[in-house]
């Protein structure tokens, strides 16, 4: 009922810029939190960044300075703005959204199915 769906991955070089949007759709009440996580071939999924409100958010030390979250309530999207970005942030990134169906029910953990990213000359 809940779908989740990132978009803006792409070939870029080293120092270059990609803006990455994850839109939710379908049964929401609310969500609770939105986020981008990542994983490079070899390793686990990391977090990249998360959102509550556009004044409350969380970063990985190594996108610190480089990486900005943000979020459209109104359209139940989320963007990951990369500024200088590394060949080693080349990975497949994940949006994750803690969303509430209903008034009555638990909050759920989704995710959409990734968006390669590139970095390389």
């Known amino acids: 009922q809940v779908h989740i769906v990132e978009s803006g991955g792409g070939l870029v070089q080293p120092g270059g810029s990609l803006r990455l949007s994850c839109a939710a759709s379908g049964s929401i009440f609310s969500i609770a939190v939105m986020g981008w996580y990542r994983q490079a071939p070899g390793k686990q999924r990391e977090l990249v960044a998360t959102?509550?409100?556009?004044?409350?958010?969380n970063y990985a030390d190594f996108v610190k300075g480089r990486f900005t979250i943000s979020r459209d309530n109104a359209k139940n999207t989320v963007y990951l703005q990369m500024n200088s970005l590394k060949p080693e942030d080349t990975a497949v990134y994940y949006c994750n959204a803690i969303i509430v169906a209903t008034m009555t029910e638990t909050p759920g953990d989704y995710w959409g199915q990734g968006t390669q990213v590139t970095v390389s000359s």
């Open positions: 959102i509550i409100s556009d004044e409350s958010t």
